[in-house]
């Protein structure tokens, strides 16, 4: 169980495109989402919480604008990257949280998703 | 100073060694710790979960937890070449709702267990 499913697994694109990358609960809901970034070398640093429903909460010093989040329904959550440039290249990673655990439950991720921006 | 802290390695070890896996944190509010497993390109694969201070065993993998000095450890006996991966801590506070979600992370250690 808590399986978390990221997509695509890999996405080159251009600098100045938008780039989408989902992540599913497969077999639980999850009212709420986070995501994470990773660069080379680096630990996991929180971008935002993901609640569904409504707005996310993003970390100090993340571009809401910048980096969309929609958490539409209780299984699937989108980070969006507008306007990519280089520096976005990263590793980004999700984890959600079963809607019935409590504040002891263990915390899943998903496999990730390396974004390289040209 | 970082929140967490966590020796990045590279450590080296052979198969079959018991192998030590540091962090310290400063932030008292932590009350969740985690020990996470990560292989290259690769999400975070969870081993060790624990909210209290003490100790805590799962097959080869131990997680002790001293929360007077804020320090957390964990130990893999028997070590092997599987093993061979990024480890890296991993801890929360509660702030109601599903705030204790919001991880803070250590840097991570390079383990290579050599045949």
């Known amino acids: 169980g808590a399986v978390v499913s990221q997509h695509p697994s890999r996405v080159i694109c251009k600098s100045g495109t938008s780039v989408k990358i989902e992540c599913r609960s497969l077999?639980?809901?999850?009212?709420?989402m986070f995501w994470y970034r990773q660069f080379p070398k680096q630990s996991l640093m929180l971008m935002a919480t993901s609640n569904e429903g409504s707005k996310a909460t993003y970390e100090q010093g993340v571009e809401k604008d910048k980096f969309l989040i929609n958490h539409a329904s209780l299984t699937l959550s989108t980070l969006t990257v507008t306007s990519a440039h280089p520096e976005d290249s990263s590793f980004y990673i999700c984890s959600a949280i079963r809607m019935e655990s409590s504040y002891n439950s263990p915390l899943h991720f998903g496999n990730g998703t390396r974004l390289t921006v040209t | 100073q970082k929140e967490v802290e966590q020796d990045p390695g590279p450590l080296s070890v052979p198969e079959g060694a018991i192998v030590s896996l540091n962090c310290t944190y400063s932030?008292?509010?932590?009350?969740?710790f985690m020990w996470y497993r990560q292989y290259s390109r690769k999400g975070p694969e969870l081993l060790m979960y624990?909210?209290?201070?003490g100790n805590k065993e799962d097959g080869r993998f131990t997680a002790q937890v001293d929360k007077s000095s804020k320090y957390i450890s964990l130990f893999i006996r028997d070590s092997q070449p599987s093993d061979s991966a990024t480890y890296l801590c991993a801890m929360s506070a509660y702030a109601g709702g599903t705030s204790y979600g919001k991880l803070t992370f250590g840097q991570g250690t390079i383990l290579t267990v050599h045949p």
């Open positions: 077999d639980f809901q999850a009212t709420t």
């Open positions: 932030n008292s509010a932590f009350q969740y």
């Open positions: 624990t909210y209290s201070s």
